[in-house]
């Protein structure tokens, strides 16, 4: 019978084919290897192909291997291949292709889940491989969640503040630590600015303000700036 093989005429007998082989006909006198990216149990008619995630890079096998964390099974399930730079696959048992990572975020192992960009940094990239991709929001602006993808998703310093020039990631990752009140006697009435305007002769303000006001009757104040 199929699934079986006779190696002489007339035996009463015949042996069933071993794992990783198979007989598709009556009459065979050996059975036959499975392929690579296939595989058999005893009494096979035919090879099954290795399920999805899994592969055998070997003939004969009688069962499939799970790609690893960091690789993939390839189409046809005969390989288990190492992920490209820029991918990753952080479970086992990737088919096809590994995950390319987002933008907002960067892989620098292969097995494991990207991480987000810090707070005060975005992404605008997919496939980063390290937290250098993450760049600093501009001069004026601070980044308060992590994965930012592009710089129009950091928020701007309000009216009545500013941002100082050099800050760090870390100093740009709240408005409270990014953005400054506008000194006394100084204004900004425009969102992101790096530096406070002084207030025109003969008006004054206190601090964090967005005008200046006429200095009071009877008092004046001379602009030194």
């Keep these: 019978p199929k699934g079986t093989f006779c190696e002489n005429q007339g035996m009463t007998f015949c042996p069933p084919c071993e794992s990783g082989k198979y007989s598709a006909n ?42 690893r964390k960091g690789y993939y ?9 190492d992920c490209p730079d820029g991918t990753y696959s952080d479970v086992n048992g990737a088919q096809g292709a590994c995950s390319i990572v987002p933008k907002g975020y960067f892989a620098v192992r292969k097995d494991e889940m990207p991480e987000p960009c810090p707070r005060g940094t975005f992404n605008p990239n ?3 491989v390290s937290n250098s991709s993450c760049e600093i929001c501009p001069l004026g602006k601070y980044g308060n969640s992590v994965g930012l993808v592009s710089s129009e998703l950091c928020v701007s310093c309000v009216p009545g503040k500013y ?28 969102t992101g600015a790096s530096f406070c305007l002084p207030c025109a002769p003969g008006s004054t303000s206190g601090a964090g303000q967005t005008y200046c006001s006429p200095c009071p009757s009877g008092t004046f104040l001379s602009n030194t700036q």
């Excluded at 099974?73 to 291949?81: F, G, I, K, N, V």
């Design 26 to 67: 009556l009459g065979q006198t050996k059975c036959k290897s499975c392929g690579h990216g296939k595989y058999s149990s005893p009494f096979s008619e035919s090879c099954e192909a290795c399920s999805p995630g899994r592969f055998t890079n070997n003939k004969g096998s009688s069962s499939c291997s799970q790609a």
């Design 73 to 81: 099974a390839s189409e046809r399930q005969d390989r288990e291949l």
């Design 126 to 128: 997919e496939g980063s």
């Design 163 to 190: 941002q100082k020039p050099g800050l760090s990631f870390h100093m740009k990752s709240s408005e409270a630590l990014a953005c400054t009140n506008c000194e006394p006697n100084t204004f900004s009435n425009v």
